[in-house]
Structures are given as C-alpha cells and as structure tokens.
C-alpha cells in the first residue's frame, strides 16, 4: 500500500496525461453527502465485502475517508483480497478540505 497526500492527489487528477485512479470513498452515506472529493464513488466500508466484484483489481484504488483511518483499514482489505495498486489518501477528506479545497466543508 503507498500514502498520498491531498495535495499530491490534486495535482495527480489534473493532469491530463496520467490516468485517472479510482477515488473509492469508504464513509457512511451522509458523511459522503456532506462532503467529498469530485468523481469519487461512494461504497461504505461496511458493505465493501459485499461489492468486491464491482471493483477493477488492475486499477489504482484510492481509498478515502474522513481522515485517513477506515480508509487504511479498507486498503489492507482490499491488498488481502488481492489488490495490488492500493493507495490511501492520508489526512482524508479533511485534508483536502484544509490543503485543496478550503470552501469544502468539514464536519
């Protein structure tokens, strides 16, 4: 599993001639309708075990929460489960919310 920094994922999105990863945002629903970073998918932690089908074990996986905790618990998941390009997004939601985006609000 590698470690990404909100302000390294914000420069990994906007260019345009890497490949985009998957944001896979691990939070609860209305965590998620709170906030969340654009283009990123929503699959709770508590029903990702049920979904595993659904996700593309060839691609970057960036997982996100609020702050950085469950997503690291669902990167180790998903690395057991035979995902080898994991990466977490450290400080979460938070930090993106505090280094990227500050007009995002934080709960």
């Excluded at 996700?55 to 489960?81: K, P, T, W, Y």
Aim: aromatic fraction near 8%.
């Amino acid at each position: 599993m590698e470690h990404i920094s909100a302000s390294e994922l914000a420069n990994w999105l906007s260019d345009s001639s890497k490949k985009m990863p998957f944001l896979l945002d691990v939070r609860e629903p209305w965590e998620y309708e709170t906030c969340h970073i654009a283009q990123s998918q929503l699959m709770p932690m508590s029903i990702l075990p049920l979904r595993l089908e659904e996700l593309d074990r060839d691609a970057e996986i960036v997982c996100i929460c609020h702050h950085g905790g469950r997503s690291m618990q669902v990167a180790h998941f998903l690395e057991r489960n035979g995902f080898n390009r994991i990466i977490n997004l450290t400080g979460g939601v938070h930090a993106w919310a505090l280094q990227v985006d500050t007009s995002m609000p934080t709960y």
